[in-house]
T-cell receptor, first 115, second 110 residues
Framework: EAGVAQSPRYKIIEKRQSVAFWCNPISGHATLYWYQQILGQGPKLLIQFQNNGVVDDSQLPKDRFSAERLKGVDSTLKIQPAKLEDSAVYLC?????????????FGPGTRLTVL | GENVEQHPSTLSVQEGDSAVIKCTYSDSASNYFPWYKQELGKRPQLIIDIRSNVGEKKDQRIAVTLNKTAKHFSLHITETQPEDSAVYFCAASGWGKLQFGAGTQVVVTP
């Protein structure tokens, strides 16, 4: 079974620039998550989709972050404009369903550095 | 919302010894508690999980215990090996949302 795919793996940008990340979940997984992992901390949920609908985006900084999952499969996360404090690893995860006890499988992440 | 605290932040053990990591959570509605292992520069990988209808689960050298009354759960690694060196994260899930602890850096010295 193929895992969660993400690209790019690394990105370096200047502050105030824009950046986009892409995620392809495990085939058949209805639920997709975007997490932000700052160095030395645990992952923090930014947004959760079930199919192409948003389930939870309460911790997404909506003034600069946006995400979409138009066809219920791939997803993109965008930051516009980026700030220094956005430097982090952005992890995508997927699970079969939104069940409370469903295992989440993580992708390799995109390491973002904002200069 | 849920708040998960994890201790210790770093743990150094001799190869062959046991390692114990403890987590507490705040939301009594949480009913799913996974543990992830993350090696440097790699993705978090699920190593074991426990659901609130059981108190203990074991998988070879790894075990997890859950005390719902006290709202804490622990990871036990026995007979540690150098390849166990990594950052371990506990998490708690209530209402379909995973809240992670801050992580424990485990170093196993030969």
């Amino acid at each position: 079974e193929a895992g969660v795919a993400q690209s790019p793996r690394y990105k370096i940008i200047e502050k105030r620039q824009s950046v986009a990340f892409w995620c392809n979940p495990i085939s058949g997984h209805a639920t997709l998550y975007w997490y932000q992992q700052i160095l030395g901390q645990g992952p923090k949920l930014l947004i959760q989709f079930q199919n192409n609908g948003v389930v939870d985006d309460s911790q997404l900084p909506k003034d600069r972050f946006s995400a979409e999952r138009l066809k219920g499969v791939d997803s993109t996360l965008k930051i516009q404009p980026a700030k220094l404090e956005d430097s982090a690893v952005y992890l995508c995860a997927s699970s079969l369903d939104t069940g409370n006890t469903d295992t989440q499988y993580f992708g390799p992440g995109t390491r973002l550095t904002v200069l | 919302g849920e708040n998960v605290e994890q201790h210790p932040s770093t743990l150094s053990v001799q190869e062959g010894d046991s390692a114990v990591i403890k987590c507490t959570y705040s939301d009594s509605a949480s009913n799913y508690f996974p543990w992830y292992k993350q090696e440097l520069g790699k993705r978090p990988q699920l190593i074991i999980d426990i659901r609130s209808n059981v108190g203990e689960k074991k998988d070879q050298r790894i075990a997890v215990t859950l005390n719902k009354t006290a709202k804490h759960f622990s990871l036990h690694i026995t007979e540690t090996q150098p390849e166990d060196s990594a950052v371990y994260f506990c998490a708690a899930s209530g209402w379909g949302k995973l809240q992670f602890g801050a992580g424990t850096q485990v170093v196993v010295t030969p």
